[in-house]
């Protein structure tokens, strides 16, 4: 069955350093999206992006971060300088789009800022 | 959006069947009512969805009155390895790239 995959498992970095969080989505989805658990608290929302530009981001998808599609196949969120605030849980997720809206997410890579 | 108002949590037996209930009285024509299962360090995992009535898949049935104001998600015979958190969620349609909104879930825990 096909599935999200996400790299590295774990990131571990100094406050105001880049990161950058790689994923590859299932190969006929349309639609991708990355989402953050902080531990202990909600899934939430960051950035949905479709047709190689970002559709909707939340409140907490600021300057810091950026996502890109570099080629056919990867996704990956960027955090220019990281925040201790910014060690939590990163998901990538993707739908096919059309009738099929269920997202599938990867497994996360745990981030923890120093 | 639809606010959805679960149980924080909920202990089962093995074997038993569990319903979980989700409240959602500001639901609008056009949602849908999907169930998430989310395991310890691992990303939710989509378990169902549905508009009205019932559906049923290979995991679980959702069941859905007809006034849509609440949704129930039923597992049947549980074990242990559905240990985990269930989210219910309102408000994505067939159409449209709508984010998915979390709310804190119920945690479930099977006991042997």
């Known amino acids: 069955e096909p599935e999200v995959t996400q790299t590295p498992s774990h990131q571990v970095t100094q406050m105001g350093q880049e990161v950058i969080l790689r994923c590859v989505p299932i190969s006929n989805h349309l639609y991708f999206y990355w989402y953050r658990q902080i531990l202990g608290q909600k899934v939430e929302f960051l950035v949905s992006f479709y047709n190689n530009e970002i559709s909707e981001k939340s409140e907490i998808f600021d300057d810091q971060f950026s996502v890109e599609r570099p080629d056919g196949s990867n996704f990956t969120l960027k955090i220019r300088s990281t925040k201790l605030e910014d060690s939590a849980m990163y998901f990538c997720?993707?739908?096919?789009?059309?009738?099929?809206?269920?997202?599938?997410f990867g497994p996360g890579t745990r981030l923890t800022v120093l | 959006l639809a606010k959805t108002t679960q149980p924080i949590s909920m202990d089962s037996y093995e074997g038993q069947e569990v319903n979980i209930t989700c409240s959602h009285n500001n639901i609008a024509t056009n949602d849908y009512i999907t169930w998430y299962q989310q395991f310890p360090s691992q990303g939710p995992r989509f378990i169902i969805q549905?508009?009205?009535t019932k559906v049923t898949n290979e995991v679980a049935s959702l069941f859905i009155p007809a006034d849509r104001k609440s949704s129930t998600l039923s597992l049947p015979r549980v074990s242990l390895s559905d240990t985990a958190v269930y989210y219910c969620l309102v408000g994505l349609s067939n159409f449209g790239n709508e984010k998915l909104t979390f709310g804190t879930g119920t945690r479930l825990t099977i006991i042997p």
């Open positions: 997720a993707s739908r096919q789009g059309g009738p099929y809206n269920e997202q599938f």
């Open positions: 549905g508009y009205k």
